[in-house]
């Protein structure tokens, strides 16, 4: 919907996001109002596919079973051991799939000279917390079981995700050291979610234009759990955990996102604890940002800025 030029002089995002954030308003409008679950998460996948298309092109990318759920390999070269990350989709728990977020496994893969593997996780409603948590620590297990057989470095396994995806990150990484289990090597989080409460960014950047509203974000937090005392569960709400001992991480922070504040809040609390961290906030980004790759130079910049991160932090094997 085009904006009046006193709206547009006082818009603090990114022009190029700008046009992200409204064309996948626009799309999401002319479906209506869906019914029920399943439409919405078929809406979702309709207007998400033009933001997935396009990108780096793999030397190879293969989609795996691990115990009736879908993974995703994607490879930029062929015959090198490569450090792998797990990625773990955003979509509030509720929508999205490895699908939807294809394209931004093959820019870390392209990018940073790694293997990457994205999970379809079981969604909530229908399958709330701990569910999907559990699942995404037995990725971590079974990428260490089959990592010879798919030609994947064992040592140098990172774990990443988006808004919900960097939430499971993280908290998987707490059940394996709950579980004296190894950690990954790193963290790359995007836009988590890493806490329920409504700190003050949730104000200053409520409403359709910057991506994620704050009804729909408690939504979806009702959505993943069963009732709300487990909402202070620290697997639940990780900025309340003890990040001790936790892998490196890198934060893409969205300026203008009502997750902004959580996420300042939580690089505070894992240098705290220790933890090296490279927190980065992207001044005009609003939540989902890094989807807007195909036409945003600062969703690509956010890419490359991790790609180099990673390559510091764990190394790769091979030229792209």
């Known amino acids: 919907m085009p904006k009046g030029l006193d709206a547009v002089q006082d818009d603090l995002v990114d022009a190029d996001i700008r046009r992200f954030v409204d064309a996948?308003?626009?799309?999401?409008?002319?479906?209506?109002?869906?019914?029920d679950i399943a439409s919405?998460?078929?809406?979702?996948?309709?207007?998400?596919?033009?933001?997935?298309?396009?990108?780096?092109?793999?030397?190879?990318?293969?989609d795996l079973d691990m115990d009736g759920l879908r993974?995703?390999?994607?490879?930029?070269?062929?015959g090198e051991k490569l450090p792998v990350m797990l990625y773990i989709h955003g979509?509030?728990?509720?929508?999205?799939?490895?699908?939807?977020?294809?394209?931004?496994?093959?820019?870390?893969?392209?990018?940073?000279?790694i293997a990457v593997i994205?999970?379809?996780?079981?969604?909530?409603?229908?399958?709330?917390?701990?569910?999907?948590?559990?699942?995404?620590?037995?990725?971590?297990?079974?990428?260490a079981e089959q990592a010879d057989a798919l030609n994947l470095d064992a040592g140098r396994v990172l774990i990443g995700g988006d808004s919900a995806g960097a939430n499971l990150s993280v908290a998987t990484c707490l059940l394996q050291r709950?579980?004296?289990?190894?950690?990954?090597?790193?963290?790359?989080?995007?836009?988590?979610?890493?806490a329920p409460e409504h700190l003050p960014s949730y104000a200053r950047f409520d409403g359709e234009g910057y991506s994620?509203?704050?009804?729909?974000?408690?939504?979806f937090w009702a959505d993943y759990v069963d009732s709300g005392e487990q909402l202070a569960d620290p697997l639940v709400a990780p900025l309340h955990a003890d990040l001790t001992g936790l892998p490196p991480a890198f934060l893409a922070i969205a300026e203008?996102?009502?997750?902004?504040?959580?996420?300042h809040a939580f690089a505070e609390k894992l240098a705290a604890a220790g933890v090296p961290v490279e927190a980065v906030t992207y001044r005009g980004a609003t939540h989902s940002f890094l989807e807007a790759v195909s036409i945003a130079p600062l969703a690509q910049r956010a890419f490359d800025e991790q790609a180099a991160w990673i390559v510091e932090t764990v190394g790769h094997d091979c030229a792209v």
């Open 178 to 194: 709950q579980r004296g289990k190894s950690l990954p090597a790193a963290m790359v989080l995007n836009y988590g979610a890493f």
């Open 118 to 143: 994205g999970i379809d996780y079981s969604l909530s409603p229908e399958s709330k917390f701990p569910v999907a948590l559990g699942e995404c620590a037995a990725a971590l297990d079974w990428i």
């Open 91 to 113: 979509g509030g728990w509720v929508l999205f799939s490895i699908d939807t977020h294809d394209r931004l496994m093959r820019e870390y893969a392209a990018r940073a000279g």
């Open 71 to 78: 993974l995703r390999l994607h490879r930029p070269v062929t």
């Open 24 to 35: 996948v308003g626009d799309a999401y409008a002319g479906h209506g109002a869906p019914a």
């Open 256 to 263: 203008c996102d009502i997750l902004a504040d959580c996420n």
């Open 40 to 62: 919405r998460r078929r809406i979702a996948e309709q207007v998400r596919k033009p933001w997935r298309e396009g990108g780096p092109i793999m030397a190879e990318s293969i």
């Open 212 to 219: 994620l509203e704050c009804d729909e974000m408690d939504a």
